[in-house]
């Protein structure tokens, strides 16, 4: 393994590394958005040049804030499938670290979202100083939301709102966030 390829490294788990974007990832990203269970609950699929600008929009973070939505990589498969990360919130929840993920579908149900999600957490506590961090989602994406009751996030109702990225009359549109304070 070359020095470059450690150096991509943020994040090592059992299972899991969690690492800086490259270019290649693009095609894996786009692949794993246009899954249909994958849409079901992210909406509207990247065309190959979103997925590309969302690999430059994400490592854009890394350099601004020293992290972002990383690629994760299971170690069995040497490629990614999926991200875990943290990012600056954006409109409605400018000034907060939100937290997010996504994994490919036939790797669900394996305790993979956990596994990386709770290491976020603990490099979070590390090495930023943000209080808290909260995660946001579809209000009917149970699978997420049960991810966010596991790692010892709680629903604060009075914090839900309409994406603003989304049009009125779209399913996806009611968000609910969730919280967890620095232990
Ligand atoms: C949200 C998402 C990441 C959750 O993935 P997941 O695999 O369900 O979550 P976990 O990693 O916590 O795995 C939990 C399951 O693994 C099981 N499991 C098996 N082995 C395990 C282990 N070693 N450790 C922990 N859990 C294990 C748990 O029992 C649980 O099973 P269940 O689903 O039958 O209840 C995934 O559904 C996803 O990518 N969805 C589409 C995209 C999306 O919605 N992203 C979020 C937008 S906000």
Redesign the pocket.
Known sequence: MGCAIRARRVIETERLVLRRWQADDAAWHHALCNEP??RA??GAAPTLADSADVIVRQNGYQESHGFCFWALEPRTLGRMA?WCGLKPGTPPIEGETEI????APDL???????EAAEAVLAWAWRNTACPSVVA??ATG?T??RA?MQ?IGMRHDPARDFDHPALSANDPLRRHVLYRIQRP
Do not use: K
């Not at 997010?100 to 994994?103: D, E, F, L, P, S």
């Not at 669900?108 to 956990?114: N, P, S, T, V």
């Open positions: 269970r994958v609950t992210l999926g997010g993920w996504t994994i669900w149900g394996q305790g993979l979202a956990r946001i989602t994406n699978r997420s991810l596991r």
